[in-house]
């Protein structure tokens, strides 16, 4: 059986909890699949639009948390990559926010979409300061019905751990409106904590940290879901299927 590889964008850091949680959800989302999974790290400051290509060596693609990044240019260039080949794709937290942006530019047009935290002037903050931060904290979700996102975890309401202070500004989340980048799960308070690009066969970017739930020994729907369908993609050679059902 060939292994699943998976390129975790970001820059590793031990003194980040999600990077220890990451190793450890995808380890338990090999074991509740069936396949193998190994994983690189690869750094943001290592990828260029010369070199990017190179991420075509790998099944799938994980945007972890961890901003600022390096090089965020590298970030939204992996990002492109992954949306673009139709890579199985999954962001959580700075991943999710990165993604937000990359498509904001790159499809919507809307080229000066920032990030508050790295362009703190910006006139069109698309990621902003959460209006409560989210650090170390356990947060109630409710997903839409008919989304992959709830047939992936079962239920319509989930509560995950967070570690973020930034976040899809509430004011500008209109740009969105019409895209294929859906907001399929919000806090109780109406503000986006997930969204899938819908007619993907696996593009999920969530604002709390999945991978967490690995560190109560739990293998993360989501990344089991993940994991499923780089395998299937692998095994098929198609872009047509749809992740699905509790994995």
């Given at each position: 059986?060939?292994a699943?590889?998976v390129a975790l ?9 999600a990077h220890k949680a990451?190793?450890m959800a995808?380890?338990?989302a090999g ?17 260029l639009?010369?070199s ?5 060596e790998?099944h799938?693609v ?6 600022p ?9 992996a990002?492109?990559f ?8 999954l962001g959580t937290?700075?991943?999710c926010?990165?993604?937000?942006l ?7 047009g809307?080229?000066?979409?920032k990030?508050a935290?790295?362009h ?7 990621i ?6 989210l ?5 109630t979700i409710?997903l ?11 239920q319509d309401?989930?509560?995950e ?6 976040g899809?500004?509430?004011?500008l989340?209109h740009l969105l409106?019409?895209?294929a ?5 919000r ?6 904590r997930?969204?899938?690009l819908?007619?993907?066969e696996?593009?999920?970017i ?7 739930t690995a560190?109560?020994?739990?293998p993360?729907?989501v ?8 395998s299937?993609?692998?095994n098929?050679?198609?872009r047509?299927?749809r992740?699905?059902?509790?994995q």
């Amino acid at each position: 059986m060939q292994a699943i590889r998976v390129a975790l964008i970001g820059d590793q850091s031990e003194m980040v909890l999600a990077h220890k949680a990451i190793p450890m959800a995808l380890e338990l989302a090999g074991v509740k699949t069936g396949c193998q999974v190994e994983w690189d790290w690869v750094a943001t400051s290592s990828i260029l639009p010369a070199s990017v290509r190179a991420l075509g060596e790998y099944h799938c693609v994980w945007c972890v948390p961890g901003s600022p990044y390096e090089s965020e240019a590298g970030a939204l260039e992996a990002i492109r990559f992954a949306r673009e080949q139709e890579l199985p794709f999954l962001g959580t937290c700075g991943g999710c926010q990165h993604a937000i942006l990359e498509y904001a530019r790159n499809v919507l047009g809307i080229r000066d979409a920032k990030h508050a935290e790295t362009h703190p002037d910006a006139l069109l903050p698309l990621i902003a300061p959460l209006s409560c931060t989210l650090i170390e904290t356990l947060g109630t979700i409710d997903l839409d019905q008919d989304t992959m996102m709830r047939r992936i975890y079962g239920q319509d309401t989930i509560e995950e751990g967070y570690h973020c202070s930034y976040g899809l500004n509430p004011r500008l989340e209109h740009l969105l409106a019409g895209s294929a980048l859906k907001i399929t799960g919000r806090d109780r308070e109406g503000e986006a904590r997930a969204l899938e690009l819908v007619g993907r066969e696996f593009y999920f970017i969530t604002q709390f940290q999945p991978e967490r739930t690995a560190l109560t020994g739990r293998p993360p729907p989501v990344v089991s879901a993940f994991i499923s369908a780089a395998s299937y993609q692998l095994n098929n050679g198609s872009r047509s299927h749809r992740a699905g059902g509790p994995q």
